[in-house]
C-alpha cells in the first residue's frame, strides 16, 4: 500500500514540473515580455537613482537656496529699472549705502573680536589682497550697469555669462574643484536656457533699446571685463567664507568697498547725484529698496557660497532675468510669451543637474603662522 501511495504522489508531479518549465521558457521568449521586463528594470533604477538625489541636502540647497539669491538679485534689478525710469543714473552712489551698511555691521563686530585673526591681524597681513578683491567687485557693479549705457540688453545678458566661465576656470585652478561630468551638463543646460530667454526677448522686443547702441563694441568690452571681475570676487568669497569665515569677507568688503565706491562716486558722479530729486517719495523709496535687497544679496551669498560653490550661485542666478520679467509684467508692462517659461524651466533643470552630485575639491589649507585658526565648514581646530 505504502509503495502504491507514493506512486501515486509522485507521478503527478513530473507533468506539472514540465508544464512549469515549458511555461517559463515561454515566458522567457516572448519578446513582449523582455521588453516589459527592461521597462519595469529602467523604471525601477530610475525611480530609486532620483529618489536617492532628492533625499540628499546638497540637491535642495543648491536647488532652494540658488533660488532665493536669485529673487534677490531680481530685486535689485527691478529698483534699479525703476530709478533710471526716473532719470537716475547712477549705479556707484546707489552701492555706496550696501558698502557702507556693511562696514557698519561686519568691520565693527570684526574690530571688537581678540585674539587670532583680529582686524588688525588681516589689515596688516591680508588687507593688500582685500583691497584689490573688494576693488574687483566694485568695478564689476560699474561695469555691467554702466555696459547698458552702450550696448544692447541681448549682448549684456550673453556676455554677462563670462562669470560662469570665470568661476569654473578659477575654481578649477585655484581652488583645485574637479568637476563631474553630470556637472558640465548642468551647466550647458543652463546656457541653453539662457539662449531661449534672450530669444524670447528679440521676439517680444520687451529689452527693446530706445535709443539705440551708441557704441556696442565699448559696451560690449565693459560687459565681458564685468563679468570677468564678478568671477573673481565670487571665487575669493568662496577661498574665504570656507577657509576663514563670513564675518571677515564681509568686514574687509565693506571697509575698502566703502573706500572705493564713496571716492569714485564723488569723481565721477558728484553732478548726476546733486541733481537726484530727494524729495521725491518714489526715488527715495526705490534707493532704499535697492539698498535692502543688495545688503541681503551680499550678506545671504556668504552663506550659500559656504554651503554650495560660487559656480553653483552663479548658475542659478540665471533665472533672475525670468523674476524680473514676471515682476516686470505689472511695472513695465513687458509682454509675456511662453517661451520664457519654458526658457526658466530649462535654466532650472540644469541647475537640479549639476546639483546631483557634488564636485569634489582638493582641499589645501592656507599656509597659516601664529597659530592662526583652520576654519572648516563645521568647527575651527586650532594647529
Known amino acids: ?4 501511495v507514493q506512486e501515486t504522489d509522485t507521478e503527478p508531479l513530473l507533468p506539472h514540473h514540465e508544464l512549469t518549465i515549458g511555461a517559463s521558457e515561454i515566458s522567457i521568449n516572448d519578446p513582449d515580455s523582455k521588453k516589459q521586463n527592461l521597462c519595469s528594470q529602467v523604471y525601477t533604477f530610475v525611480y530609486i537613482k532620483i529618489k536617492s538625489i532628492l533625499l540628499t541636502k546638497y540637491f535642495w540647497k543648491c536647488v532652494l537656496l540658488g ?3 536669485s529673487l534677490l538679485l531680481c530685486g535689485t534689478a527691478v529698483t534699479s529699472g525703476l530709478l533710471s525710469r526716473k532719470g537716475v543714473h547712477t549705479p556707484t552712489a546707489q552701492s555706496f549705502l550696501n558698502y557702507v551698511l556693511l562696514c557698519l555691521i561686519f568691520t565693527v563686530s570684526l574690530a571688537c573680536r581678540r585674539g587670532d585673526r583680529s582686524l588688525g591681524y588681516i589689515l596688516k597681513t591680508s588687507g593688500w589682497k582685500y583691497f584689490f578683491i573688494s576693488l574687483a567687485d566694485v568695478e564689476a557693479n560699474y561695469l555691467v550697469v554702466k555696459a547698458y549705457s552702450y550696448t544692447t540688453v541681448t549682448s549684456v545678458q550673453l556676455l554677462d555669462c563670462f562669470s560662469i566661465v570665470t568661476v569654473l576656470l578659477l575654481s578649477y585652478f585655484v581652488l583645485r574643484v574637479r568637476y563631474h561630468f553630470v556637472n558640465g551638463v548642468g551647466v550647458v543646460t543652463c546656457f541653453l536656457g539662457l539662449i531661449a530667454l534672450v530669444l524670447t526677448d528679440s521676439l517680444t522686443g520687451n529689452n527693446k533699446d530706445t535709443d539705440g547702441a551708441s557704441d556696442k563694441v565699448l559696451g560690449d568690452i565693459f560687459c565681458v571685463c564685468g563679468a570677468f571681475l564678478y568671477g573673481v570676487s565670487n571665487v575669493a568669497e568662496e ?5 576663514f569665515d563670513r564675518t571677515e569677507f564681509l568686514a574687509m568688503l565693506g571697509l575698502f568697498g566703502s573706500f572705493i565706491n564713496g571716492v569714485q562716486f564723488a569723481v565721477f558722479e558728484r553732478h548726476e547725484v546733486e541733481s537726484v530729486n530727494f524729495y521725491s517719495a ?5 534707493f532704499v529698496g535697492f539698498t535692502i535687497c543688495q545688503f541681503a544679496l551680499y550678506t545671504c551669498m556668504t552663506i550659500v557660497i559656504q554651503q554650495t560653490s560660487a559656480t553653483t550661485v552663479n548658475i542659478s542666478l540665471l533665472t533672475a532675468d525670468f523674476y524680473t520679467l514676471l515682476l516686470g509684467l505689472f511695472l513695465f508692462k513687458y509682454q509675456f510669451h511662453g517661451l520664457y ?5 530649462v535654466v532650472l533643470l540644469g541647475v537640479a543637474i549639476y546639483a546631483t552630485k557634488e564636485p569634489e575639491r582638493k582641499i589645501e589649507e592656507p599656509d597659516k ?5 583652520v576654519m572648516t ?3 575651527p581646530v586650532t594647529q
Open 341 to 345: 517659461f519654458g526658457s526658466f524651466v
Open 282 to 286: 518714489e526715488i527715495v523709496i526705490c
Open 377 to 379: 565648514n563645521k568647527e
Open 1 to 4: 500500500m505504502s509503495s502504491d
Open 67 to 69: 533660488q532665493f539669491i
Open 239 to 243: 577661498y574665504v567664507v570656507k577657509n
Open 369 to 373: 603662522t601664529n597659530k592662526e585658526p
